[in-house]
């Protein structure tokens, strides 16, 4: 069955540096993968989207890869703030409208 | 401005009483979505709409209903509810498919907890 792995241990970094999620998923060829942020009992907030024959995408701070033959997306946040503590979910779409997310990964920025 | 809305927000009820959660967007799109959140199991999805009249099941269809007889509306109906349906629900909307197949980002509500006694 397709599955979608993300780091289940929250991440803690101090400000300033760079934080570094992983995504990785099996059994299934998505064409797309989004990530979002969530923040405690609120709903997740779209951040990026990259397509399957881009390599990387940028947004402000925001950096995401997509190794489709490793079959991992990489979200990287520099310049970390403190502001940027959220959950951090992917969210792999193979273009059928089914999206799957993984159960994401706590981030905490460290003043 | 943009949203997606849903109600109630915080709802307990009573094993096999039905409810119904409303779920309204103002982006004129055409799919909506509902998903589960628990804790461990992350975000999963019960049910999709791509338009009006055409739903079709998400990986956790069991027990709920929907219907998409207006564009903007789309509710999550429990018949009877149970307790293991106690959880966080959200509604999410997107522009459909163009071609290529691109669904968009999806917009989500702020969530309904919901605690079946």
């Known amino acids: 069955s397709q599955k979608i792995e993300q780091n289940s241990e929250a991440l803690n970094i101090q400000e300033g540096k760079t934080a570094t999620l992983t995504c990785n998923y099996t059994?299934?060829?998505?064409?797309?993968l989004q990530w979002y942020r969530q923040d405690p009992g609120r709903g997740p907030v779209f951040l990026l989207l990259i397509r399957e024959n881009e390599k990387e995408k940028r947004k402000e701070r925001l950096k995401v890869t997509f190794d489709t033959t490793l079959k991992q997306s990489l979200f990287h946040i520099t310049a970390s703030q403190p502001a940027d503590s959220a959950t951090y979910l992917c969210?792999?779409?193979?273009?059928?409208?089914?999206?799957?997310f993984g159960t994401g990964t706590r981030l905490k920025v460290l003043a | 401005e943009a949203q997606v809305t849903q109600n109630p927000r915080y709802l307990i009820t009573v094993t096999g009483k039905k409810l119904t959660v409303t779920c309204s967007q103002n982006?004129?799109?055409?799919?909506m979505s509902w998903y589960r959140q628990d804790p461990g199991l992350g975000l999963r999805q019960i049910y999709y709409s791509m338009n009006v009249e055409v739903t079709d099941k998400g990986d956790v269809p069991e027990g709920y209903k929907v219907s998409r007889k207006e564009k903007r509306n789309f509710p999550l109906i429990l018949e009877s509810p149970s307790p293991n349906q106690t959880s966080l629900y959200f509604c999410?909307?997107?522009?459909?498919?163009?071609?290529?197949?691109?669904?968009?980002?999806?917009?989500f509500g702020e969530g309904s907890r919901l605690t079946v006694l």
């Open positions: 982006m004129n799109h055409e799919y």
């Open positions: 999410a909307s997107s522009t459909s498919g163009l071609a290529g197949g691109y669904t968009g980002e999806l917009f």
């Open positions: 969210a792999p779409e193979s273009g059928t409208y089914k999206y799957i």
């Open positions: 059994n299934y060829s998505p064409a797309y």
